[in-house]
């Protein structure tokens, strides 16, 4: 089975497709330099702000006819191929593919609210093209929406992204109770919290220290922190150039700290083993 990961959080600006993004490329060179036959990486942009397809591609011209708004509003026996039909490769690398997002998703989300099978509408093809891809990464809008709803569907494996000012540890669990209800409600046991990722951490505030100490230190969260990536302005310029962290600057902090997250991931969902197939 493809493994499917998805970045998803309630609260906005705290680097969710700057992870989304980033991860999805590191994937992809992680499996080529452990050998991977086929390295190929998939990114679903779910949210109608278009910034993971912007920023992988340079373009935010998606609409009807080539973007995940022509897969949602597709006929069931044809959505595999449109979404097929739909996906570009990035700029970033010619083995990170991705299915655009487009401003007419508002509109779709509303259309599709309350319509039988719903929720299955990026799970179901994706389920057909996805042994193209050796992963998939989705990144999701910042609620709990329809939309996010569809890409938690279509996971195996779910990652929480959360600033240090966030780190309340309240939040933490409603996020994954959220999560929790979506796999029991919709019957999909595969999909599992797979971490918590840290963004924008800053050592030299005391109030990041003390919150990421007790996450550390809590009974259930310690155990799922995934890593620590650090505020760091090449991340923002990284953005603007519409280039990857690894390409803008591959010396940055944030960019190490990205690399160690991907290869922890390579590692456990994949093994050393199964990359090099």
């Not at 590191?26 to 990114?43: E, F, I, S, T």
């Not at 655009?100 to 099978?117: D, I, K, N, Q, Y």
């Not at 179901?124 to 910042?142: F, G, K």
Request: net charge neutral.
């Amino acid at each position: 089975m493809t493994q499917s990961i998805v970045l998803t959080n309630h609260k906005g600006g705290i680097g969710k497709t700057t992870s989304a993004t980033n991860i999805a490329f590191g994937l992809v060179a992680a499996l080529r330099h452990y050998g991977a036959a086929h390295p190929l990486v998939l990114l679903i942009d779910t949210d109608s702000q278009g910034h993971a397809s912007l920023a992988t591609t340079g373009r935010r011209d998606f609409g009807a006819d080539n973007s995940l708004y022509t897969v949602l509003m597709a006929e069931r026996k044809d959505a595999a191929q449109a979404m097929a039909d739909c996906i570009v490769q990035s700029t970033w690398d010619a083995d990170l593919h991705v299915l655009p997002a487009s401003p007419m998703l508002e509109g779709a989300e509303r259309e599709l609210m309350g319509v039988a099978g719903a929720p299955f509408r990026i799970a179901e093809p994706l389920s057909r093209i996805a042994s193209h891809y050796a992963a998939v990464v989705i990144d999701t809008r910042p609620s709990f929406s329809l939309l996010t709803e569809m890409g938690l569907l279509a996971a195996t494996d779910a990652i929480i992204p959360v600033e240090p000012r966030y780190l309340e540890t309240v939040g933490l669990l409603s996020v994954m109770q959220k999560i929790s209800d979506i796999r029991e409600g919709w019957r999909h046991p595969i999909l599992r919290v797979r971490g918590i990722l840290v963004t924008k951490m800053d050592s030299r505030v005391r109030g990041h220290n003390q919150l990421l100490g007790e996450l550390k230190a809590h009974s259930v969260l310690g155990g799922l922190l995934r890593g620590v990536v650090p505020q760091n302005e090449a991340v923002s310029y990284s953005h603007h150039h519409h280039l990857s962290i690894f390409h803008y600057e591959p010396k940055a902090a944030a960019a190490k700290a990205y690399g160690h997250i991907v290869d922890g991931l390579v590692r456990q969902l994949f093994g050393r083993k199964e990359a090099g197939a």
